[in-house]
């Protein structure tokens, strides 16, 4: 993933006028911390209940 946003930087693309989406997030620790910080905002899904700990850690109490 982090390969992907240098190329498309690379490319001229504005990540920070982007708004994404994340499904199926797991607990954050995928693609989502990858480009959280790339982008305007985050919407995070995800439907398991015992990743929403790790996920509120990761995305949602993260500083910006």
Do not use: C
């Amino acid at each position: 993933m982090r390969q992907l946003i240098s190329i498309l930087q690379k490319h001229g693309t504005d990540l920070r006028n982007m708004t994404a989406i994340e499904l199926f997030a797991r607990g954050g620790d995928w693609h989502a911390v990858a480009y959280a910080d790339e982008v305007r905002s985050l919407e995070v899904w995800e439907i398991d209940n015992k990743w929403e700990s790790d996920l509120k850690k990761r995305i949602y109490q993260k500083p910006r």
